[in-house]
């Protein structure tokens, strides 16, 4: 059973820092990761997606890796803002299995 | 990126009513819709994958006679939960894709759903 887990549970930053979020998986046969930010008490907006065949995307200050052999990823957030500050999910599909999320990691970004 | 819908917004109801709430995919044709429930500061449970036209598909643990899910044409899925009691007080998030799993997800913003 695919099992997601994102270090760390929460981080608190100053403005302007390169910060990076891990995510880890224990099963490596995977379909994509799909990086989200959640506000509160809002619904998910998708940030990045990976396919498996691939080692990293980029969209604007973020950044992330897959190394699928041995179940990681990262979303590296360059010269963060406190519009930043949300809960990012990890998320990973395989196989028949829709996607199985990690609990997220809380950012909150200090101007 | 695809446009997915979710009504209510948010839902305020009595122990033993049951409710409604509607996911839509606006601007393509969602074969499948996924069905999460989120309690606070947890992660998102799926709780059923829906397929248009067929039985939805359950996770273990859910019950398929209170969360009934409804996928009758391929821009709308509902969920309903009968009988609604305060232990299902959560956020509710449908998501779609235009085929099976393994796809791109779309998520709808959320139906917050507090029953008194």
């Known amino acids: 059973k695919q099992e997601v887990t994102q270090i760390p549970a929460a981080l608190s930053v100053p403005e302007g820092e390169n910060l990076v979020l891990n995510c880890s998986f224990t099963?490596?046969?995977?379909?994509?990761l799909q990086w989200f930010r959640q506000d509160p008490g809002k619904g998910l907006t998708s940030l990045l997606l990976i396919q498996s065949s691939q080692r990293e995307q980029t969209s604007g200050r973020l950044n992330a890796s897959l190394d699928k052999s041995s179940g990681r990823s990262t979303l590296y957030i360059a010269a963060s803002q406190p519009g930043d500050s949300a809960t990012y999910l990890c998320a990973v599909s395989s196989g028949n299995t829709p996607l199985v999320f990690g609990k997220g990691t809380r950012l909150s970004v200090i101007a | 990126g695809a446009v997915v819908s979710q009504h209510p917004s948010r839902v305020i109801c009595k122990s033993g009513t049951s409710v409604k709430i509607e996911c839509r995919s606006l601007d393509f044709q969602a074969t499948t819709m996924f069905w999460y429930r989120q309690f606070p500061k947890q992660s998102l449970m799926l709780m059923a994958t829906s397929n248009e036209g067929s039985k939805a598909t359950y996770e273990q643990g859910v019950e398929k006679d209170k969360f009934l899910i409804n996928h009758a044409s391929l821009t709308l899925s509902t969920l309903t939960v009968t009988s609604a009691h305060p232990e299902d007080s959560s956020f509710y998030i449908c998501?779609?894709?235009?085929?099976?799993?393994?796809?791109?997800?779309?998520f709808g913003p959320g139906t917050r759903l507090t029953v008194l």
């Open positions: 998501s779609a894709n235009e085929g099976g799993v393994g796809i791109e997800q779309f």
């Open positions: 099963d490596s046969a995977i379909y994509n």
